[in-house]
T-cell receptor, first 112, second 115 residues
Framework: GENVEQHPSTLSVQEGDSAVIKCTYS??????FPWYKQELGKGPQLIID?????GEKKDQRIAVTLNKTAKHFSLHITETQPEDSAVYFC???????????FGKGTMLLVSP | IAGITQAPTSQILAAGRRMTLRCTQD?????MYWYRQDLGLGLRLIHY???????GKGEVPDGYSVSRANTDDFPLTLASAVPSQTSVYFC??????????????FGPGTRLTVL
């Protein structure tokens, strides 16, 4: 089955800096890679996703890149703000009918 | 529109007791999931259901059972709770399909403590 590794487990940055979270996956058939943000006391919420037919996707301050050859994908947050502080999860799947496999999460702390 | 609701919000349970965590969605999603979240271990899938009347085992199914009698409800039962089942439990739902790519919507969670 799929295995998703996520690094780092914690990341501390100063407000305004950029943050990068990296994930690797094992199943070359995986073709959909979402990122979820979990704020304290809440359930995870989808913030951005990417499909295997594109290499990069942006949405305002966040972007995701995908390298299918190396089987890794990354989340990039620019101009970080304190409200970006949360736990971020990457995930992967190979089909719209399959379950997601999640990474173990990254706790991002943005200091004012 | 409520999305996904879970009940109870939190519960303290004596070991050996039976407990059912409730989950209801109003988005008419065909697929539903139960995860547990433990520090350092991320989100681990317990059971899932692709459609009403069917269920499947996830990564950590032992000690848990589910049923899916209709589209909206997906209860998770602990037949005889043990302390290792202390965790935060999340229910999620999605519209599975060839082109939907399985975006999952999560409930607010149930914090369960087994003593």
């Amino acid at each position: 089955g799929e295995n998703v590794e996520q690094h780092p487990s914690t990341l501390s940055v100063q407000e305004g800096d950029s943050a990068v979270i990296k994930c690797t996956y094992s199943d070359s058939a995986s073709n959909y890679f979402p990122w979820y943000k979990q704020e304290l006391g809440k359930g995870p919420q989808l913030i951005i996703d990417i499909r295997s037919n594109v290499g990069e996707k942006k949405d305002q301050r966040i972007a995701v890149t995908l390298n299918k050859t190396a089987k890794h994908f990354s989340l990039h947050i620019t101009e970080t703000q304190p409200e970006d502080s949360a736990v971020y999860f990457c995930a992967a799947t190979n089909s719209g009918y399959s379950t997601l496999t999640f990474g173990k999460g990254t706790m991002l702390l943005v200091s004012p | 529109i409520a999305g996904i609701t879970q009940a109870p919000t939190s519960q303290i349970l004596a070991a050996g007791r039976r407990m059912t965590l409730r989950c209801t969605q109003d988005m008419r999603h065909n697929a539903m999931y139960w995860y547990r979240q433990d520090l350092g271990l991320g989100l681990r899938l317990i059971h899932y259901s692709n459609t009403a009347g069917t269920t499947g085992k996830g990564e950590v199914p032992d000690g848990y059972s589910v049923s899916r009698a209709n589209t909206d409800d997906f209860p998770l039962t602990l037949a005889s709770a043990v302390p290792s089942q202390t965790s935060v439990y999340f229910c999620a739902s999605s519209r599975q399909g060839e082109s939907s790519y399985n975006e999952q919507f999560f409930g607010p969670g149930t914090r369960l403590t087994v003593l």
